[in-house]
């Protein structure tokens, strides 16, 4: 059963999954720190207050709460969003060349063992 544990740990999808949880998690944190210290106070010049869970309250219930998780949400997803396309954009000419040379290295391959079975004696 530890084997089958350790097999399973060490499978690259789980790390990968555990690599991304790492990442997920700080760059949750740099989104975090960019909409605090960055973001809601422009927004304060902008609007006058952006303290929306204490100053969106109806009989009891914190609607400012709510509203303010929504927009960490749409800050945080369009932040990954461009992060996501910036890493795509930087990316996708390696994955094609790597592919490419995947190929010519393969009818190299096929050349190398044509040209020795060629020069082979015949016995």
């Known amino acids: 059963m530890w084997q089958e544990f350790k097999d399973f740990i060490l499978r690259g ?4 999954l555990a690599v991304a949880v790492v990442i997920g998690a700080a ?3 740099i989104v ?3 909409v605090e210290n960055i973001i ?5 010049l902008i609007f006058g207050d952006t303290d929306f869970a204490s100053d969106w309250v ?3 219930i914190t609607y400012g709460v709510f509203i303010q998780a929504i927009i960490d949400f749409l800050i945080i997803a ?4 461009v992060f996501i396309k910036v890493v795509n954009k930087l990316t996708k000419n390696r994955f094609v ?3 490419a040379e995947d190929e ?3 009818l190299l391959r096929e050349i190398r063992d044509s040209l020795v079975k060629d020069n082979k004696p015949n016995n």
């Open 78 to 81: 369009a932040a990954i969003f």
């Open 32 to 34: 975090e720190a960019l």
């Open 40 to 44: 809601m106070p422009t927004i304060a």
């Open 13 to 16: 999808n789980v790390l990968d």
């Open 104 to 106: 010519q290295l393969v």
């Open 58 to 60: 109806y009989m009891g």
């Open 27 to 29: 760059f949750g944190k």
């Open 97 to 99: 060349e790597e592919e």
